[in-house]
């Protein structure tokens, strides 16, 4: 694209040049959001009824869904140990070094077609 040509959005808008977010920025910011999080507003962030309940239909549809149906039931098992973890995915999300790598993760994959929400639920599970 040319850098001399300015667009416009739908709205007349001046388009602004796209700025590079900075990780320690969103580190900050991703720390600052699940710092003082509840298990339960955990999981309200990476599911909930409405979404499960579609994703049921597409599986009686033959389709692969449902992963995160038990987090609604099950909410502790972000809060659990696996064999070889020194942390819980719940515990992790308030360590600044895996908010590092959470970040670091999210601006790697921030041009694709992943919503951050699959990122973070894929990058926890």
């Given at each position: 694209m040319d850098e001399?040509?300015?667009?416009?959005?739908?709205?007349?808008?001046?388009?602004?040049?796209k700025q590079p977010i900075d990780r320690a920025k969103l580190t900050t910011q991703l720390?600052?959001?699940?710092?003082?999080?509840?298990?339960?507003?955990l999981v309200g962030m990476i599911t909930n009824e409405f979404q499960e309940l579609v994703?049921?239909?597409?599986?009686?549809?033959?389709?692969?869904?449902c992963q995160k149906m038990s987090l609604l039931f099950n909410p502790h098992r972000l809060s659990t140990k696996t064999k070889g973890s020194r942390m819980s995915i719940f515990e992790a999300l308030h360590d600044e070094g895996f908010i590092s790598g959470l970040a670091r993760a999210i601006l790697f994959t921030a041009s694709s077609i992943y919503l951050v929400c699959y990122i973070k639920y894929y990058s926890l599970a």
């Open positions: 001399n040509i300015v667009m416009f959005d739908l709205f007349g808008n001046a388009i602004q040049k720390y600052a959001v699940f710092n003082d999080i509840t298990l339960e507003q994703e049921y239909v597409n599986l009686s549809n033959g389709k692969h869904s």
